[in-house]
């Protein structure tokens, strides 16, 4: 789990990525000897600060969002949401400036007609357009981790795990996920038109809801706001109930991930998300268990295998 942990000491907002992308590359320079083909690495003028990983002869991308929830400051110390975080009276937020280091509390303010604002409790005035994030706070525990952030940078990791033995298939590093998205069109794109790639996985984390449960296995999600093309999610059921590998099924009303942003740009693209679901959500304290990370990991393995 160290190298989760380095991931998510790292600070990346949405729109703030290039520090986390970089940590990424260089771990991808450092370590792609051991494995068991060499990837071409994709990256620079017209990605910003988004990475592609690309493996033999690919038929499907791995897409992992780098970016986290967190906010931005405003005048006078007030806090904006970015994507959006749980709000908690005293919760401790970290970030640095043009005058160094940050590390504050959030304070829950309301005016006498209900208007509720976020500041945050700091001795000076923090530089206007600041991003801070959760304050690190890493538990490896027995039978699970919790931690700020394990959306998305547990999602990263799996996919660096799956990395290590892959031998046709791409990797997505992809930005802007928490705020609206914003990237994985134009990487979409590149995929398509240069590796003919049409599939894609989303190694991203899911909820514990009525439905889906900590240590049943990854989630594979049939729909959220988003919908699968039916014949794709199929064929990725189909393998998953030959495995022995654990899984659940997801069916959600609400959530959003890179797939729904591929749905929405004209790309042909079959998309299908998958992962490992956790509780806390957007919070300082979420918290997932390691018999579904270690599911994850074994399902991007097969399915990228079979599909």
Known sequence: MELLQKLIAIRGTS???????????????????????????IDGDGFQDALILVFGKPRTAIFAHTDTIGFTV????QLIKIGGPVIQEGLALVGSDSSGEIE????????EVGQTF????????IDRGTP????????????????????????????????ENLEDGAIVFSTYEEHGGGSVGFLGKY????????QALISDITWVTDG????????????????????????????????????????????????????????????????????????????????????????????MLEL
């Not at 504050?104 to 005016?111: A, F, S, W």
């Not at 959760?134 to 799956?162: C, M, Q």
């Open 15 to 41: 729109g703030d990525e290039s520090e986390i992308k970089n940590y990424i590359k260089a771990y991808v320079m450092e370590n792609l000897g051991n494995w068991k083909v060499q990837p071409e690495i």
């Open 74 to 77: 405003g005048y006078n110390n």
């Open 104 to 111: 504050t509390e959030l304070m829950v303010i309301e005016n």
């Open 118 to 125: 976020y500041k945050c409790v700091y001795d000076r005035v």
């Open 132 to 163: 801070l994030s959760f304050k690190p706070n890493f538990r490896n525990e027995t039978h699970s981790i919790s931690t700020p952030y394990l959306d998305n940078r547990l999602g990263v990791w799996s996919a660096l795990r799956v990395a």
């Open 191 to 198: 995929l398509l038109e240069k590796h003919n790639i049409k």
């Open 212 to 303: 889906v449960q900590h240590g049943k296995g990854v989630a594979i999600s049939m729909r959220d706001q988003g919908i699968p093309r039916r014949v794709f999610l199929n064929k990725i059921i189909a393998i998953a109930k030959d495995s022995k590998i654990p899984y659940q099924l997801e069916v959600e009303s609400a959530g959003g991930s890179d797939g729904t942003m591929l749905q929405k740009t004209s790309l042909p693209f079959d998309w299908c998300f998958i992962g490992a679901p956790e509780n806390n959500v957007h919070s300082p304290d979420e918290t997932v268990y390691k018999n579904d990370i270690n599911a994850m990991v074994a399902m991007y393995e097969l399915l």
